[in-house]
């Protein structure tokens, strides 16, 4: 089976969606803010980071669908927390 090739620049251009709400993460935590505060800033980060990226790419945006996608990650976040207690 041969190997998927790795597009580098496609990793250069996604990494701040990944590495901007991590360091806001750090430097928060660092700060001293607590953990409720520095989970919403990550999140409001990382979707607003996600759109766009998703606007400079081309990608049309469809609202009813980011809705959606934003519900589903709502609803999972809170199953989680109820199973974890």
């Known amino acids: 089976m041969p190997k998927p ?4 620049k496609e990793i250069i251009l996604d990494a701040p969606i990944f590495l901007c709400p ?3 993460v750090f430097f928060l935590l660092m ?3 607590s953990l409720m505060f520095t989970i919403f ?3 409001i980060s990382a979707v607003s980071l996600g759109l766009i990226f998703g606007k400079l790419s ?3 945006f469809d609202w009813i ?14 199953q989680i927390a109820v199973v974890l207690g």
Do not use: Y
């Open 58 to 60: 081309g990608v049309p």
């Open 5 to 8: 090739k790795i597009n580098i």
């Open 41 to 43: 800033w990550a999140s």
């Open 65 to 78: 669908d980011i809705k959606q996608k934003l519900l589903n990650g709502i609803i999972s976040g809170c």
């Open 31 to 33: 700060e001293g803010r």
């Open 22 to 24: 991590l360091l806001l």
